[in-house]
């Protein structure tokens, strides 16, 4: 089956700094990828949507320029946490669908957790 | 709007007895129906999924689910539940012409006992 990693697993990081989580569709091509947030306890909040090749989709109320998100490649979206403080701490699932299906399935990462000191 | 509705929080069940998740979406046509379950501090791992045809569907680690597009629901069933099931499950739909966007429902935290 497809498979999507998400790198790092878990990143802990001072306040202020800022944290960059791969994600990347191992054996087949995205040209859409979704970024979650889970919130403990909770359901997956969609964060956005990437484009390969244009910017992202943001959902409402989600902050553009505090969660950066980069689709340079058909395999490879990123997400950077900028200035990250603690109330970002959370887990951040990514999620990709194959372009070779209009079926609508999506295949998520392992998720990133993050700690935000 | 669409819209995913688990009604249940938490459902606590038996060692061997039966289970069913309900799901329900608030959607005209027929959406993608999809069941996944994820287990502390980890991903998401698709159970089974609807997209048409057959309103029974089988899915991986013997449950299935049925559509019943009368009632809007997407039930997740298994006869048998095993302790490793204990996990939280989320139903998910895609509306194609909602920029096929997946989404969830609250989730439904399942424990298991002996």
């Known amino acids: 089956g497809a498979v999507v990693s998400q790198h790092p697993s878990w990143v802990i990081c001072k306040s202020g700094t800022s944290v960059k989580i791969e994600c990347r569709s191992l054996d087949f091509q995205a040209t859409t990828m979704f970024w979650y947030r889970q919130f403990p306890k909770q359901s997956l909040m969609l964060m956005a949507t990437?484009?390969?090749?244009?910017?992202?989709?943001?959902e409402q109320g989600v902050e553009k320029d505090k969660f950066l998100i980069n689709h340079a490649s058909l395999t490879l979206s990123t997400l950077t946490v900028t200035s990250a403080h603690p109330e970002d701490s959370s887990f951040y699932i990514c999620?990709?669908?194959?372009?070779?299906?209009?079926?609508?399935?999506?295949?998520f990462g392992e998720g990133s957790r993050l700690t935000v000191l | 709007a669409q819209s995913v509705t688990q009604p249940d929080i938490h459902i606590t069940v038996s060692e061997g007895a039966s289970l069913e998740l309900r799901c329900n979406y608030s959607y005209g046509a027929t959406p993608y129906l999809f069941w996944y379950v994820q287990s502390p501090g980890q991903g998401l791992q698709l159970l089974l999924k609807?997209?048409?045809?057959?309103?029974l569907v089988q899915g991986i680690k013997g449950f299935e689910a049925e559509f019943k597009r009368s009632q809007s629901s997407f039930n997740l069933r298994k006869p048998s539940v095993h302790w490793s099931d204990a996990a939280e499950y989320f139903c998910a739909v895609v509306n194609m012409e909602y920029g096929n966007k997946l989404v969830f429902g609250a989730g439904t935290i399942l424990r298991v006992k002996s």
């Open positions: 999620s990709a669908r194959d372009r070779r299906t209009s079926s609508g399935e999506l295949f």
């Open positions: 609807y997209f048409s045809g057959d309103t």
């Open positions: 990437s484009n390969e090749g244009s910017k992202a989709t943001y």
